[in-house]
């Protein structure tokens, strides 16, 4: 049974810092590219930021600079550190596993964890 598991979401104020994480299990996690998506009310659901099992990462635009994307295979946790926070932060944050095997795309999502960014 496949679980992503997120946590470290809450509400913070801007200029503030937060770290998510998620765990992941029935996977193996090393062969995973990972992921960390967003959906704000009223708005679809956006790439924040990805990892390669090799370590190449990718982010959108609004949040270079900002966050940073990791891994730790060992502990089959994938983190997002979340600086200088915005009140256009404010979303569910999910988390993302995918992977192509024998020309098939694995592709599992956790529950997601709300942050919250105001004053």
């Known amino acids: 049974q496949v679980q992503l598991v997120e946590s470290g979401g809450g509400l913070v104020q801007p200029g503030g810092s937060l770290r998510l994480s998620c765990t992941a299990s029935?996977?193996?996690?090393?062969?995973?590219?990972m992921g960390w998506y967003r959906q704000a009310p009223g708005k679809q659901r956006e790439l924040v930021a990805a990892?390669?099992?090799?370590?190449?990462?990718n982010y959108a635009d609004s949040v270079k600079g900002r966050f940073t994307i990791s891994r730790d295979n060992a502990k089959n946790t994938v983190y997002l550190q979340m600086n200088s926070l915005k009140p256009e932060d404010t979303a569910v944050y999910y988390c993302?596993?995918?992977?192509?095997?024998?020309?098939?795309?694995?592709?599992?999502w956790g529950q997601g964890t709300q942050v919250t960014v105001s004053s």
């Open positions: 993302n596993a995918r992977a192509t095997m024998r020309m098939r795309e694995y592709d599992y």
């Open positions: 990892i390669t099992s090799g370590g190449v990462t």
């Open positions: 029935g996977i193996i996690f090393v062969i995973y590219t």
